[in-house]
Antibody, heavy 121, light 107 residues
Framework: EVQLVQSGAEVKKPGESLKISCKGS????????IGWVRQMPGKGLEWMGI????????RYSPSFQGQVTISADKSISTAYLQWSSLKASDTAMYYC??????????????WGQGTMVTVSS | DIQMTQSPSTLSASVGDRVTITCRAS??????LAWYQQKPGKAPKLLIY???SLESGVPSRFSGSGSGTEFTLTISSLQPDDFATYYC?????????FGQGTKVEIK
């Protein structure tokens, strides 16, 4: 079964760093892009960025460029989303998702269960 | 930046109604458009890709159309399980963009 399993919920203080993960299984991890999507409480979906684990090619939405870092470790089939200094406005659910077409940043047909990040002093 | 604008933001409908949601792109995206359904507390679910291709396992009452800058998602006969929020997403450009969402409520 193709699936993406994300790391658990996090509660952090402003200024702290954080790295959340998304582990792929049931498919060739290096052959598909993996994207990250933010959903702030009660709000819509926001496309953050996407990485191709095969060569680490990474694209960011301008809204998130410089605010987060997307990376991947193909040896353990895991993608990451990290912050160096969290803000209260980073409080949101974060989803990883995989496009349905190999080697193409296509529509997302496989989604992780989401990781809730809460940033509060 | 390609902006995606959905309308309406909220839609009240009854079981059995035909429902249409519109998504407009700020510039041409060819047919590189997807539609998702999201229910509270759940991850989004892909319904339609490449503007009009039905994802495997999705009921045939869902259909998509359009190309260029104007797209529609149609539910031919609304079912109780369809009350949810729907999002369009373009994947034509270097980065993707979602519409702001359309909440389909019970009338």
């Amino acid at each position: 079964e193709v699936q993406l399993v994300q790391s658990g919920a996090e509660v952090k203080k402003p200024g702290e760093s954080l790295k959340i993960s998304c582990k792929g299984s049931g498919y060739s991890f290096t052959s598909y892009w993996i994207g990250w999507v933010r959903q702030m409480p009660g709000k819509g979906l926001e496309w953050m960025g996407i990485i191709y684990p095969g060569d680490s090619d990474t694209r960011y939405s301008p809204s998130f460029q410089g605010q987060v870092t997307i990376s991947a470790d193909k040896s353990i089939s895991t993608a990451y989303l990290q912050w160096s200094s969290l803000k209260a406005s980073d409080t949101a659910m974060y989803y990883c998702a995989r496009p349905g077409v190999p080697s193409s940043p296509d529509a997302f047909d496989i989604w992780g269960q989401g990781t809730m990040v809460t940033v509060s002093s | 930046d390609i902006q995606m604008t959905q309308s309406p933001s909220t839609l009240s409908a009854s079981v059995g109604d035909r429902v249409t949601i519109t998504c407009r792109a700020s510039q041409s995206i060819s047919s590189w458009l997807a539609w998702y359904q999201q229910k509270p507390g759940k991850a989004p679910k892909l319904l339609i890709y490449k503007a009009s291709s039905l994802e495997s396992g999705v009921p045939s009452r869902f259909s998509g159309s359009g190309s260029g800058t104007e797209f529609t998602l149609t539910i031919s006969s609304l079912q109780p399980d369809d009350f949810a929020t729907y999002y369009c997403q373009q994947y034509n450009s270097y980065w993707g963009t979602f519409g702001q969402g359309t909440k389909v409520e019970i009338k």
